[in-house]
C-alpha cells in the first residue's frame, strides 16, 4: 500500500436476527465466520464473500463513493507530492471472490502523474475493512514504466489483510496485506485519544497506528485517523523523515 488507504480488525460483535431470534454474536478478536483471531504474517484467510460488503462505513475509515482526500507528501531531499485519494462508484470481483470497491490514489510531482493505483477494500459483517490488492502503475515523463507492487489475493500466493478494526484496541496487532516478497505492511494499534494537526484541520481522540513492513525493518511510520474523516496524518519515525497532511477532505454519499 503506498498510503494508508493503499495504504489500513476486529470486531465489534454483531448481532444478526435469523429465523425471528439472536444469532451469536462473533467473539471479539476474531474474523466473522472463521473463529480465527485477525490476519497474521503469511497465514491463510479463509474468508466468505457472502460476509462482505462494499458499504464501509467504519467510523476510522469510511469510504463512501465520491469521498476525498488530498494530501501534501513531503520528505527530506525529495520533490514535494500531491496525493489525491478518491472512491469510485465502482467495484471489482477479487479474485477469491469477494466483490471490492475502488478506491484510487494519484501521486504527482509539479503537477504531473507518478504514479497511480487503484485500491480494493471491502468491509466484514463485524464492521473490520480489508485490503485485497492494488492495480498498480509508476510513471516517468507521462510514461507508464512499472507496475511494481500489484497483487490480487486470491492469486500467486497473495492474501487480504486487515486495514482498520471494527473495534480499535490498544495492543491489537493485524496483516494490512501479504503478498510475498513485495507487500508485507503489518500495523499496531498504539493510542486512541492522539491529538494531530494537520492543514485541513486540528483532529482531537484520534487513533494511533505503528506501521512496519518486515521487508524494511528499519522503516517505521505512525498514522492517526480521525472519526469520519479517515486518515489525516502520517508520520516516518524512522527510515526516513517524510509526512503526509490532510490538505482537504470531501464526505461522498451527499
Known amino acids: 500500500m503506498k498510503t494508508a488507504f493503499a495504504a489500513m480488525a476486529t470486531l465489534a460483535a454483531l448481532a444478526i436476527s435469523a429465523c425471528g431470534e439472536d444469532a451469536t454474536p462473533e467473539a471479539p478478536g476474531t474474523v466473522p465466520g472463521t473463529g480465527a483471531g485477525l490476519p497474521q504474517g503469511s497465514e491463510p484467510a479463509d ?18 463513493a465520491g469521498s476525498r482526500w488530498v494530501y501534501a507528501e513531503t520528505e ?28 484510487r490514489d494519484v501521486v504527482t510531482e509539479s503537477g504531473e502523474p507518478i504514479e497511480i493505483t487503484d485500491d480494493w477494500y471491502a468491509q466484514d459483517s463485524a464492521g473490520n475493512v480489508w485490503y485485497l490488492g492494488e492495480d498498480t502503475a509508476e510513471y516517468e515523463d507521462g510514461k507508464r514504466v512499472c507496475r511494481c507492487g500489484s497483487f490480487e489475493a486470491g492469486v500467486d500466493g497473495a492474501e487480504a489483510g486487515v486495514v482498520m478494526p471494527a473495534n480499535p484496541e490498544v495492543g491489537m496487532t493485524y496483516r494490512q496485506e501479504y503478498y510475498e516478497g513485495e507487500a508485507e505492511d503489518e500495523g499496531k494499534v498504539l493510542s486512541l485519544d492522539e491529538l494531530a494537526q494537520a492543514p485541513a484541520g486540528i483532529y482531537h481522540d484520534t487513533l494511533m497506528t505503528r506501521d512496519t513492513n518486515p521487508l524494511e525493518p528499519k522503516v517505521s511510520e505512525h498514522k492517526f485517523f480521525a472519526e469520519g474523516v479517515g486518515l489525516v496524518l502520517a508520520v516516518h519515525v524512522s527510515g526516513g523523515a517524510g509526512r503526509e497532511e490532510l490538505v482537504s477532505f470531501r464526505p461522498g454519499g451527499e
Open 47 to 64: 474468508l466468505d464473500p457472502a460476509d462482505f460488503t462494499t458499504k464501509i462505513d467504519n467510523p476510522y475509515l469510511p469510504l463512501a
Open 76 to 103: 527530506a531531499g525529495e520533490p514535494d507530492q500531491k496525493v489525491v485519494v478518491e472512491v469510485l462508484d465502482k467495484t471489482k470481483t477479487i479474485a477469491n471472490g469477494i466483490e471490492a470497491i475502488v478506491v
